[in-house]
């Protein structure tokens, strides 16, 4: 391989890393700040529980929106993995309540990525982004912390 197409080579994946997960597109960046209101929504998980945002009035509540092809969400998963474990070490009135919401992934995919990666975190796949678009416009992983009705902390893929 001659110098000027390993240079060229070099240059092409450095822009593939530099151009974030999941093909993001080119759009102004917008997500819900602490103090927002949470937005209306319900999501089923694979084990059939229902969450939603009615559920910030009774536990905090831990959304968190990734896509399993995104370097970033395979990272921070394991660690939410771990969180969550530690979490349902407290006791019942002082748990949180997590979910994991895919955005534009179904089901077949996310199940069999959760059951290789030895994953127990409750998980909703959605083939679209009618929920995560109430929450930002790009980014993930991207975090949000709910309670009473309001957002708590946001936290994006740069934490």
């Not at 509540?61 to 990734?66: A, D, K, Q, R, W």
Request: a negative charge; proline letters at 6%; charged letters at 25%.
């Amino acid at each position: 391989m001659s110098a000027k197409k390993a240079l060229y080579t070099l240059f092409i994946s450095l822009i593939v890393c530099l151009a974030g997960c999941v093909g993001e597109k080119e759009e102004p960046e917008w997500y819900l700040q602490p103090g927002d209101a949470l937005p209306q929504f319900e999501v089923t998980t694979i084990d059939g529980m229902t969450v939603s945002s009615d559920d910030s009035y009774n536990a905090q509540l831990i959304i968190v929106f990734f896509n399993t092809t995104c370097p970033d969400c395979r990272r921070e998963l394991p660690i939410l993995q771990e969180q969550y474990e530690e979490n349902l070490q407290l006791p019942e009135a002082e748990r949180s309540i997590y979910i994991c919401i895919s955005r534009e992934e179904g089901e077949a995919d996310v199940e069999r990525y959760w059951t290789e990666n030895h994953l127990t975190l409750p998980v909703s796949p959605q083939r679209d982004r009618r929920i995560y678009s109430m929450f930002a416009s790009i980014g993930i992983p991207r975090i949000f912390h709910a309670k009473d009705g309001l957002i708590t902390a946001s936290i994006d893929q740069d934490w």
